[in-house]
């Protein structure tokens, strides 16, 4: 039998542990597991077992899906709803206050994915290998899609929507911003190194992978890469700057006061200025 999946929460201030809730994993290779909240209401688990607890610990609800496979893509909370992806399978909308399924999708190249859905004015924009999609919030319903044959969108992140466009990470392009419109190629950034490791499959080695998802801050657009570099673009794409870690960044950073903070594949942890970003 596979191990439980243990969601912790440690005290603020101590950061001694509170409480843990074995999630019970169905399988042993169901081991994506993500945690969100509402403020009021913790969301973990995996694909497999999706499990909801209030602040104390204690079990709320809790749903299975026999058939789902591990999937990198996070849950994501969204009004009364919450979304679930498993790889080879589907995406599920299910009911925050019950755990009841509202809706699931897996036509239309969707069950082939890797990226966590964005909500936006009630359409989620996700990305299934060489294929962007905008769903319809609450049916789930295809409104649009669009294929890339040259694009591998396969990767383990979450698009950036913000001023008209979409801005997605790639598993061998870099960052590519579409128009959030017509879904039309505004440019494409892949003047970077080739990647140190490779975390999407099907990938050749030196590929130009993003592996953490895009943001922004003070009017660029940003992003951590594979080649150990972090990147800061201009909104016509072009390079405003750019600081060379040394190792993979995989998870997205986190912008603090003065700077952004990068966690890499090392185990390191640095701080860097926006200044050398040209922020």
């Not at 104390?56 to 058939?67: A, I, K, P």
């Not at 009841?100 to 069950?111: P, S, Y």
């Not at 800061?232 to 993979?248: E, F, I, Q, R």
């Not at 998870?251 to 700077?259: F, S, Y």
Request: one cysteine or more; proline letters at 4%.
């Amino acid at each position: 039998a596979p191990p439980p999946a243990r969601e912790r929460n440690p005290a603020a201030e101590s950061g001694e542990e509170e409480w843990t809730y074995d999630c019970g994993l169905l399988a042993a290779h169901n081991t994506g597991l993500s945690v969100a909240t509402d403020g009021g209401r913790i969301y973990c688990g995996g694909s497999q077992k999706t499990v909801c607890l209030n602040m104390s610990g204690s079990l709320v609800w809790e749903t299975s899906n026999d058939r789902a496979n591990s999937a990198p893509s996070r849950i994501v909370v969204d009004g009364d709803r919450i979304y679930v992806g498993s790889h080879w399978d589907e995406l599920i909308a299910y009911d925050k206050q019950s755990g009841k399924r509202i809706w699931a999708v897996d036509d239309d190249g969707l069950r082939n994915r890797s990226t966590t859905p964005v909500v936006v004015g009630g359409r989620l924009y996700v990305a299934a290998i060489g294929t962007v999609f905008e769903l319809d919030r609450d049916s789930g319903k295809t409104l649009r899609s669009r294929v890339f044959e040259d694009i591998n969108f396969d990767t383990a992140t979450q698009p950036l929507v913000k001023d008209g466009r979409i801005y997605l990470a790639t598993a061998e392009n870099g960052v590519v911003a579409l128009d959030e419109k017509t879904f039309d190629t505004v440019w494409v950034f892949d003047d970077i190194g080739g990647s140190l490791i490779s975390s999407a499959p099907y990938v050749k080695p030196g590929g130009k992978e993003v592996a953490s998802s895009v943001f922004a801050v003070g009017g660029k657009i940003c992003f951590g890469a594979l080649d150990g570099c972090l990147y800061a673009l201009n909104a016509d794409g072009t390079l405003a700057g750019k600081y060379d870690v040394g190792s993979p960044i995989v998870g997205k950073p986190a912008v603090v006061d003065g700077g952004i903070i990068v966690s890499d594949f090392s185990g390191n942890v640095t701080k860097v200025a926006f200044a050398a970003l040209g922020i």
